[in-house]
């Protein structure tokens, strides 16, 4: 991997000297006003993500952990999102780690908290190769056995929630990467139809939920999407219950697949409903605002698609948070993959998914910081300047400004600040003790400088 080095320009620290002030002479003033990035970030006025989702005919969700719905992620989950997907919580290994002997509570838990706040549940996922119990992967079973623990684990599971859940995603994740069937316990020991199977037992347990087939890697027509999409057309032949296809995406920077609306155009063509229902956009950690800006763009570009099929249904997230994200366990070096980061600070996706659903972008703050430049006393070669830093309505946590001197003005010393000159350019950073501003506060630093011919006031920015 190639990376790039901005070349540095000579900076040489200042020497001290003082020279002897014989004169106080007035040279003027400047403010320039400095309004504080906001980039991206979203404020409390924005509408949530859900109102916007809403208004466009959208369902907008996100994975949860049942443990984890207080405090900070439990208003988020519950204010941002208009539906809930259960991370671990509904998988076969989760509802019956012992045969026989079951354990609701997450399932049951995250059920209830989206009922309290008005939100959809996507059950996930009734049949699948991992997250099985021991019990049942260890076994021994004849197909007739294999078959009815199938049709019992799904019976039982889809009747509990029955009339609870809006759609459930009964196959998760059936096909190898060139769209053959993946060899599971399942394939193997009751061929590909144990989908048309699943698909049968489940509707029959709850008629109103949507039924899903759910897969990674299947957003862009390929090999493996073409392979769902075949099926699909053949189990609508048949009259099996399907729904829907849910594309899993979980997708890496700057990769989002080109053909990504045109796949859920040809399913949707097939009558069924698409839905997003795991994204995340992996990077290569550490994240910074380049790749972050990146992943905004395809983070909209992914809302934008399902925003532009009428049967596209709607988005979910795997995981809303950094901290609640699956990725770095699983893709050593990658991470920051969802739309807040750990501390639960929009991250520029969150700004880019909201402008995707038709949101606004709240402006800045109208609070600003400024900085004035003065001349306090000058000499025949020499003179004291003096920098301010006033904030009112914002603040800073640490402050650098620039200037450029127009007539060979050369600084020598300077204090409260930490002063490099390169030719005309002037920076100067805070001391240890000084880089906070509150608002309503100020910071002053001096310094000495040495003119001749004339002693212009420059422009002075807030950087
Ligand atoms: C992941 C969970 O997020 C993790 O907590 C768990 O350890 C492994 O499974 N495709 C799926 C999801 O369909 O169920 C997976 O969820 C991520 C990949």
Known sequence: MRTSRTRSTRTRPLRGSLRRRVAALFAGAVTVAALLAAGTTAHAADAPLRDLAAAKG?????????????GTYGTIAGGQFNSLTPGNAMKWGTVEPTRGSFNWAEA??????????????????????????????????????????????????????????????????????????????????????????????????????KLYINDYNVE??????TALYNLVKSLKARGVPIDGVGLQAHLILGQVPGTLQQNIQRFADLGVDVAVTELDIR??????????????????????????????YGVTVWGFTDSDSWIPDVFSGYGAATPYDENYAPKPAYGAIAASLGGTTTPPPTGACTVTYSVQTQWNTGFTGQVRIACSGAALSSWKVNWTYGAGQQITQAWNATCTQSGAAVSCANASYNGSVPDGGSVTFGFNASWSGSNPVPTVTLG
């Not at 862009?220 to 999407?225: D, L, Q, T, Y």
């Not at 950690?285 to 099929?309: G, I, N, R, W």
Request: net charge negative; hydrophobic share 40%.
């Open 220 to 225: 862009g027509v390929n090999a493996k999407s």
């Open 283 to 312: 990077m290569q950690l550490p994240s910074d605002s380049t790749k972050l800006a990146q992943q905004a763009a395809d983070y909209k570009a992914v809302f934008d698609a399902c925003v532009a099929v009428t049967r596209c």
């Open 108 to 209: 049951d838990q995250i059920v209830a908290f989206a009922q309290a706040h008005n939100q959809q549940v996507r059950g996930h996922t009734l049949v699948w190769h991992s997250q099985n119990p021991s019990w049942l992967t260890n076994g021994t079973w004849t197909t007739a056995e294999l078959s009815a623990l199938l049709q019992d684990h799904i019976t039982t599971e889809v009747t509990r929630y029955k009339g609870k859940l809006a759609a459930w995603d009964v196959v998760n994740e059936p096909f190898n990467e060139d769209g053959t069937y993946r060899s599971t316990l399942w394939y193997n020991g009751l061929g590909a139809d144990y989908i048309a199977q699943a698909l049968t037992w489940a509707h029959a347990a709850d008629p109103s939920a």
């Open 58 to 70: 959208k369902v907008i969700g996100t994975a949860v952990t049942g443990s984890k719905l207080t």
